[in-house]
């Protein structure tokens, strides 16, 4: 069974630093199968960062520059780590996974390609 839990969330003012981690356990995915993205209340949810099937990382314009994803070398653990944080960013975040075969049409940031999902991790930003 796959699961996947969400931690490292938590309030910091703008400007600040957070790093999420993502562990995973039922199944061992490739960079291409994993990403993360978040959601505010009454919207969609939004893609922020994942890896491409070149196994390039993709983020959201919002946060290029600012955010960086990876993995570790086990993949059992996914990482976003989140700096120069703004307001904006507030949300709950999520990590996703998918099981191969990763085709090179699938968009990383595609709420839909995912099948597994994180309870989420709340992050909170203040002025």
């Known amino acids: 069974q796959v699961q996947l839990v969400e931690s490292g969330g938590g309030s910091v003012q703008t400007g600040g630093s957070l790093r999420l981690s993502c562990a995973v356990s039922?199944?061992?995915?490739?960079?291409?199968?994993m990403g993360w993205f978040r959601q505010t209340p009454g919207k969609e949810r939004e893609g922020v960062a994942g890896?491409?099937?070149?196994?390039?990382?993709r983020y959201a314009e919002s946060v290029k520059g600012r955010f960086s994803i990876s993995q570790d070398n086990a993949g059992n653990i996914l990482y976003l780590q989140m700096n120069n944080l703004k307001p904006e960013d507030t949300a709950m975040y999520y990590c996703?996974?998918?099981?191969?075969?990763?085709?090179?049409?699938?968009?990383?940031?595609?709420?839909?390609?995912?099948?597994?999902w994180g309870q989420g991790t709340q992050v909170t930003v203040s002025s």
């Open positions: 890896f491409d099937t070149g196994r390039l990382t």
């Open positions: 996703a996974a998918r099981l191969p075969p990763y085709y090179r049409y699938y968009d990383p940031l595609r709420a839909s390609e995912y099948n597994y």
């Open positions: 039922g199944y061992t995915f490739s960079r291409r199968g």
